[in-house]
Structures are given as C-alpha cells and as structure tokens.
C-alpha cells in the first residue's frame, strides 16, 4: 500500500500560540497518536511567514503575527517534530501548490492509494490543502480525520467538514 499522511501545520502558534485554541491543544495527543499509528509515508507541512507578514494581503485580513520562520511559534510542536522523517514543507499560503505537485508527480510515478489529512485549522489550511489535492487527483481518495483536526471555532470546522463531504473528501473521526 501506498498511504500518505499529511500533518497540516500542528506548530505552535497554532497550538497554544498567537492563534492557539483550546480545541487545537485538545488534539495533540490524537494527533502524535495518529502519527504513530500510520502505517505509510507522514508528511508535514509548516506554515511560514517573514518579517514583512503585516504587509501581505493575509497580514492585512489577520493582523496577528504568527509562524515567523525560525520563531517558536513556526516551531512544529516539539513531540510531533521528533516523529518526522523527512524535511517539512513550508508554505507561505494556505494551500501548498508546491505539495500537491509533489503528490501528483509521485502518484504519475507510483500510484498513491489514499491521502488523509489532520492538523490545523480545519476551516483555512486542511480544507485548502486536501481541496487542492482533490482537484489535482480526483479519482484518488483523499480523507480528512476531524478528530485529529482543530478549527478557528468549533463552528467554521464544522463547516470545513460538511464543505470537504461536499466535494467528495471522504471525513471520518477517529
């Protein structure tokens, strides 16, 4: 089998940071838990910013500092960093064109048989990944774990997942 975790920017600021919630702090342990129990590739991806993040166009419709590359707020989450195998994929945006060209080409090379997301937030970065992974790949299955997913609030992630069902993203909660 070829299975492909992706861990969507569980960093700190995220976590219990600039942006953390209580909700993002709550799946940790169902996350590393996650991440242990693969059985398959675990790829993670961090969301990275620069000094002149007030000066973007998301820095102008969220003015909150966060994930300021080499911060510890960009920090991947200290326990879950210790479980990654390969280089992190930093990402200036939302969703990873550079991540979902990646998949395709290796899914040109050798079938992927299924993509699952976790990670946060729910309703900004693991809907933009996994919508653009499906839209690359539609005949690929491609999941999303809510219980290893965090949302800005309990609200918008709920309605990220009906958002992904709709478009044909397979959610579970384990």
Not at 74 to 102: C, H, N, Y
Not at 133 to 160: F, Q, R, Y
């Amino acid at each position: 089998m070829n299975d492909i975790l992706i861990v969507v920017d569980m960093q700190n600021d995220f976590i219990d940071g600039a942006l953390g919630t209580k909700e993002a702090e709550a799946i940790v342990p169902a996350v590393l838990e996650k991440i242990k129990g693969f059985d398959g590739r675990v790829i993670f991806t961090r969301d990275t910013h620069f000094d002149d993040y007030m000066d973007t166009q998301e820095g102008k419709n969220l003015p909150v500092p966060h994930c300021i590359k080499g911060s510890e707020g960009w920090q991947i989450r200290a326990e879950l960093d210790a479980l990654r195998t390969e280089p992190a994929i930093d990402k200036p945006t939302f969703g990873s064109v550079e991540l979902s060209a990646m998949l395709t080409k290796e899914n040109a090379e050798k079938p992927i048989d299924s993509i699952t997301l976790i990670g946060l937030c729910t309703d900004i970065c693991v809907i933009s990944n996994a919508m653009l992974i499906k839209a690359a790949m539609p005949e690929l299955p491609v999941v999303v774990d809510a219980a290893c997913c965090a949302g800005v609030t309990p609200a918008s992630h709920n309605n990220a997942l009906e958002a992904m069902k709709m478009c044909q993203i397979n959610v579970i909660n384990q």
